[in-house]
């Protein structure tokens, strides 16, 4: 999280733009993004473009811009 805030910070991106769900899940490595849309699908859904920033341990990294257009998210299934 404090990683996280340091970014957004950095970005000067509003708070109210980044989606966290670390509170509920904690670090999930390289499930993180896919949970985040299952956590919070109306907020993507009703989007126009996201951007999304992954990153790991060993320096990895990945970032994409989505156009998000008409998709659909499957709900998300805790066992």
Known sequence: LFII??????????????????????????VSIPLLFASFTEEICSAKKILLSGYGSGLSWGNAILEVGDIEILPLIES
Do not use: E, H, R, Y
């Open 5 to 30: 805030n340091q970014i957004v910070n950095k970005l000067a991106l509003p708070k109210d733009k980044v989606l966290l769900n670390i509170d509920l899940f904690g670090n999930t490595s390289g």
